[in-house]
């Protein structure tokens, strides 16, 4: 690769981070300077359209102002590899179903059998106020979840919005750059990194744990590593980031289970969703036997 070539992969990476990172990270800014407009901004930068459309909209400018032409690693045809689309809508979110039973196994007493959140949140959905639930019923309802996550088509799609632009675009940029595994692992903290305002502001995590908020942005890069580590190898593998999308998507709706059946007496870096160390812990296994298994080019 030339000189010139070269150049323009790293003008390419710097325009795009530098789209994503200042309409994330300028409000976020202003909100630290002025904080009586952080319920706002929060508010702002949290809505699907903007946090998860941020990347799509850096590629299409980035590609418009760089003339890039080259063809996206981005196909809707997911049902031509079969391999990869079980692998996606199935290994994934079994894992991060073991690890939320992990949790539960380690702090039984984090167990809510009245369903308390599941009543405050959805009620207004038509959900019961007086809920008494079993292991067993706890554990359908979350076999349930999976079941759903593996077919949840329109979560893909809004999935994707982040993913065309962190797998189908930026990680064949920094794969020109360095070698797989480091553009990987990079890939992962950076889009890690652009959760920070929201970690800031309590999504995920919450406001009170250990180190807040800089503890849960850390930890949130980490779990991005981890989970970009499962994304990047079926996008390496197919060149295609509809896959990485159907992760995404899985992750972010049987992640909830947890969530509706805790007390939230524990430490939110702890679990039982996927963005706590133990949620994590049987998706990190995984990551770490694709990591070496990463395709070399």
């Known amino acids: 690769m030339n ?15 530098s789209i994503v990172f200042g309409i994330l990270y ?23 359209v903007v946090f998860m459309g941020t990347p799509a909209l850096a590629v299409f ?69 007086d809920i008494h639930l079993t292991i067993g019923s706890m554990f359908l309802m979350g076999l349930i979840v999976y079941a759903v996550s593996a077919v949840s088509l329109p979560i893909w799609y809004i999935a994707l919005g ?25 890939n992962g903290a950076l889009w890690g990194l652009a959760h920070a305002p929201l970690i800031y502001y309590g999504m995920n995590y919450g ?39 159907i992760i995404h998507g899985a992750a972010d709706i049987i992640g909830e289970v947890g969530t509706w059946i805790s007390l939230s007496a524990k430490s939110s870096l702890l679990g039982p969703t996927p963005t706590g160390i133990i949620g994590l812990s049987v998706l990190l296994i995984g990551a770490i036997v694709l990591f070496f298994s990463l395709p070399k080019q």
Request: some cysteine; charged content about 15%.
């Open 162 to 186: 982040e993913d065309i632009g962190w797998q189908g675009y930026m990680l064949p940029l920094l794969c020109k750059k360095m070698s797989v595994r480091c553009a990987v692992i990079l």
């Open 61 to 129: 400018i980035t590609r418009k102002r760089t003339k890039d032409v080259t063809p996206l690693n981005f196909c809707a045809k997911i049902f031509q590899n079969k391999k990869a689309l079980l692998f996606s809508t199935l290994l994934p979110g079994a894992a991060i179903f073991l690890g939320t039973v992990l949790f539960f196994l380690i702090f039984p007493e984090d167990l809510d059998f009245q369903g308390r959140y599941i009543s405050q949140t959805y009620g207004a959905f038509g959900a019961p106020q």
């Open 207 to 245: 406001t009170d744990y250990l180190g807040a908020p800089y503890t849960g942005i850390l930890m949130m890069v980490f779990v991005t590593i981890v989970l970009g580590i499962w994304m990047s190898f079926i996008t390496l593998k197919t060149k295609n980031c509809m896959y990485a999308a």
């Open 26 to 48: 300028i409000p976020w800014i202003i909100g630290m300077i002025l904080p009586g407009l952080g319920e706002t901004i929060y508010a702002i930068i949290r809505f699907p």
């Open 3 to 17: 000189t010139s070539a070269k150049d323009m992969i790293t003008k390419r990476i710097f325009t795009f981070l």
